[in-house]
Each structure stands twice: as C-alpha cells, then as structure tokens.
C-alpha cells in the first residue's frame, strides 16, 4: 500500500457516555456503504472489565478505559474524515487545531495491549473477595494477623480488614496481595 493509502490508527472525541452509540453509528454506516469497507478496517471503544460485589454476589460491568474517546482504524480520505466528523455525537478529532493527528505505533501498541491486559486480567482474575470472610495478612507489619473483610474496593483492588491487635478492632486497608483466604 502506498502512505496515502495505508491505514492509521485515529482518535475521536466523542460525546462522555455516547461511545457505543458513535461505534454502532459508524459500524451501521461501515455496513451500509461499501465504499467505506475498505478504507474504515475497525472501530474501538477501549474498554475494561470492573467487578463490584451486591449482596454477596460479584457481578461483572464493563466500563470505558478512556471515557470520551473511541479509536477508528482507517484511511483518512476527505470523505471518510467527513463521514466521521459528520456523526451524531462526535466532537471531532484529537489532534493539533481539530485536524486528525494519526497515533504512533508505540501508543497504537500501549493502548491495544493495555486494553488486552485489562480483558485477561479481569477474566482470569479469581481475586475476589466479600465482605464478612476471614482473612489472614501475609505481608507487612501485621503479617500473620487474620481479621474480617469489612470493606472491598474492587477498582482499587484493596480492602479494608478489621483485625484485633491487642484485644481491640483495628481496621486496616490493603491491598488485595496482601491477604489471602484463612
């Protein structure tokens, strides 16, 4: 492919909260219109995955790693640019003076696998805790200790123990290495 022709990674600015209704949007329009197949490839909302527990149930959500933004993979033609920015609830392109500025391939690579990172990790992630269970404390100064869950932040990935340290409840936050299941 030639420079012109070759496809970049774009970032548009979108509306908070109206992300997926911009993809949906430009994947309909993508479908509709096969000039647009070859020169639009993908349409990406960086996402991750964010566990909450509700009543003693854990319960997955997806929520947007970068709220406002969502990434397109294409050939910037003027027609295409104009089909972009002509979307309900695009604001435009990031970029210098609201021209599309394509991204380096470093941060294509950073964002893509932070994106891949955030999947695996919240799939594979068997680290969920709930309040009321027992826990021991591995490291740190009160290693060895066991106290009750009290508190579980899941996003920040800590809790908060109340452990007995001399025949009073004392509560302490850590994180979720920190402890592990009595």
Not at 14 to 26: D, F, P
Not at 44 to 70: A, F, M, Q
Not at 111 to 127: A, C, F, N
Request: glycine content about 8%; aromatic content about 8%.
């Amino acid at each position: 492919m030639s420079e012109q022709n070759e496809k970049k990674w774009y970032v548009i600015r979108a509306i908070s909260g109206k992300e997926k209704k911009v993809k949906e949007y430009l994947d309909a329009e993508i479908a509709r219109r096969a000039d647009l197949q070859s020169l639009i490839s993908q349409v990406l909302i960086p996402t991750e995955k964010v566990y909450s527990v509700r009543n003693g149930k854990k319960i997955s959500k997806e929520r947007n790693y970068l709220p406002g933004y969502v990434l397109v993979e294409a050939v910037l033609n003027g027609e295409v640019s104009h089909v972009i920015k002509d979307t309900p609830n695009v604001l435009g392109f990031l970029g210098t003076k609201g021209e599309a500025d394509p991204l380096r391939p470093s941060e294509v690579c950073r964002i893509l696998g932070k994106v891949d990172e955030l999947t695996e990790m919240g799939e594979g992630s068997d680290l969920s805790f709930i309040v009321g269970e027992t826990v021991v404390v591995n490291d740190g100064p009160f290693s060895s200790f066991s106290g009750i869950i009290e508190e579980v932040n899941e996003e920040k990935k800590k809790l908060k123990v109340m452990v007995k340290i001399f025949g009073r409840k004392t509560p302490l936050e850590l994180s979720y290495f920190q402890v592990k299941r009595e």
